[in-house]
């Protein structure tokens, strides 16, 4: 089985920093593209930043500047530094992968549990 396992969130004030961590494990052959979602609460999930194998990222609009994604292909494991933070960056984040299990496998998407981003003004 694989699993997507979150860590990092909490609470922090207006202008602070959060390292968000998430680590893939289980029987994995390959990991294409990663990324970070977030839900806030009454809000569609809606894409924070991805990056793939090779290192090409992607970043919403409202965090370009402020947040940096960036992965360990050799620990399975991708990280979302987010700095300055705001009141609005408050939601669940969610961690997601588009791997392979096998060679010959085709690619699905997996999920994380989540983690809580709470920012206060």
């Known amino acids: 089985q694989v699993k997507l396992v979150e860590s990092g969130g909490g609470l922090v004030q207006a202008g602070g920093s959060l390292r968000l961590s998430c680590a893939a494990s289980g029987s994995i052959f390959s990991i294409n593209r990663m990324g970070w979602y977030r839900q806030a609460p009454g809000k569609q999930r809606e894409l924070v930043a991805s990056?793939?194998?090779?290192?090409?990222?992607n970043y919403a609009d409202s965090v370009k500047g402020r947040f940096t994604i960036s992965r360990d292909n050799a620990k399975n494991t991708v990280y979302l530094q987010m700095n300055s933070l705001k009141p609005e960056d408050t939601a669940v984040y969610y961690c997601?992968?588009?791997?392979?299990?096998?060679?010959?496998?085709?690619?699905?998407?997996?999920w994380g549990q989540g983690t809580q981003v709470t920012v206060s003004s």
């Open positions: 997601s992968a588009n791997l392979r299990l096998t060679t010959s496998s085709v690619a699905g998407d997996y």
């Open positions: 990056i793939t194998s090779g290192g090409s990222t």
